[in-house]
């Protein structure tokens, strides 16, 4: 079961709007002299009945991307057949003491996707979220700062109700997250992500259902605005979640 993707698009500046909405007055003030001007030239000219006139017109947003390179409608497209989703995070330690791995921690923290996860009285320095087209290559640039790392994966069969939600809401909210990263952004806003989540089936039972109320709740839940200092804890989050199902 595959649900539409969540696509969060960048808030136009609204200076940049009015300048864009005025030109567009502009260029369709004229476009209605140059018509006028038209119509009475082909009034006046005889008809060439070699040539036919065909006018197409669109509202201007056909084959414009937005900056991430998804559509503007909101959806990711995904590949018939596709059966599951994978996520990447990077353990690049693993240490009986904090401070050990905090030193590790601060060689890589500026990336601003690395955390430490305390399991057990043992302490992970991890980085993620990644994907298959990305993971390899953040793998080599870590080495290159001379710290080694491992990856530990999670996949999510898309065919369970219940874990193709939650893969649903974990590609919609590390888009969100990614954004913050973006030149020119200081916050991202969740008010559309949380209203999307909405309108997603209202499953009841299943493995792991619980798993899934409480991620949907902690969506809800979430502040208004968000900004890349908060991406590192919400990896820790989204890692707990998707541990869930190992």
């Known amino acids: 079961m595959k649900y539409t993707k969540y696509n969060y698009k960048r808030r136009k500046n609204n200076a940049v709007f009015k300048f864009l909405a005025s030109l567009l007055v502009g260029i369709v003030a004229a476009g209605m002299i140059g018509l006028g001007v038209g119509l009475l030239i082909w009034k006046v000219l005889p008809l060439n009945d070699s040539a036919q006139v065909g006018t197409e017109i669109t509202d201007g947003t056909q084959g414009v991307a937005e900056e991430n390179g998804q559509d503007q409608q909101g959806e990711a497209p995904v590949s018939e057949g596709e059966q599951t989703s994978e996520y990447y995070f990077l353990q690049c330690g693993y240490f009986s003491k904090k401070d050990n791995a905090e030193q590790t921690y601060a060689k890589i923290s500026s990336n601003g996707r690395t955390f430490i996860a305390e399991e ?110 908060k991406v590192p804890s919400e990896m820790d989050y989204l890692y707990d979640v998707l541990s869930s199902f190992k």
């Open 120 to 229: 057990a009285d043992k302490f992970r320095v991890l980085t993620g979220i990644y994907t298959s087209e990305n993971v390899d290559s953040v793998m080599q640039d870590l080495g290159t700062k001379g710290v080694e790392s491992v990856k530990i994966t999670f996949t999510l069969n898309e065919n369970d109700p219940v874990e193709a939600q939650v893969s649903a809401i974990c590609d919609g909210y590390l888009k969100i997250l990614t954004t913050t990263f973006d030149d020119g952004v200081d916050h991202v806003n969740t008010s559309e992500f949380k209203e999307w989540m909405n309108t997603l089936d209202d499953i009841s039972s299943g493995q792991n259902i619980e798993v899934l109320q409480n991620f949907k709740t902690y969506i809800k839940e979430l502040p208004e605005e968000l900004t890349k200092e």
